[in-house]
């Protein structure tokens, strides 16, 4: 069971961050009185977090977190490639999600509707690949996000500390 700043200080995150998803109900807890979080919810927060760093909207965060419970959950309705990289990460192998802008129109005037972020599990050299891509295209001012599923949900690590293959 973990606290609201056990939470915050697990994946990183300042602890108004995590008491603000706590209020906006993006984050659950098993227990109100004390206040508690289940081992899941932490998971959950330490996927969170890269979106939180880049100043996501609320309601972009509580979309993320509808996405990342179903992959937690190993729900059907999960796209193959994404259940396949969750599992595989739970199971102390190599996963990868990775959310990028993706051309969706050509009106470059508007760039409200040029863009949409398309997401899902990619390999290393896919996600290298992509990156490249989008820096080479002259896009190098829109965000990617790229989660090492592997190190996100190992609760044993803290969020930050630096890999041994890091090292």
Known sequence: MHTISALARNAALPRRSVQYWHDQSII?????????YSDEELLLVRLL??????SCA?????ELARIFRLCLSRD????PDVAQAFSN??????GYFMMAPEMIGTNRSDPKSFWIWTAGAVSKSQAAKSIFSLNYNARANLAVVMIDLQYALNSSVTVGAIREDEE
């Not at 977090?49 to 880049?54: N, V």
């Not at 059907?76 to 796209?79: A, D, F, K, R, Y």
């Open 76 to 79: 059907g309705s999960v796209p």
């Open 28 to 36: 659950i807890p098993i227990s109100r009185s004390p206040v508690v």
């Open 58 to 62: 609320v309601g972009a965060i509580r």
């Open 89 to 94: 990460a739970r199971d102390g192998d190599e």
């Open 49 to 54: 977090a890269p979106f939180d760093h880049l």
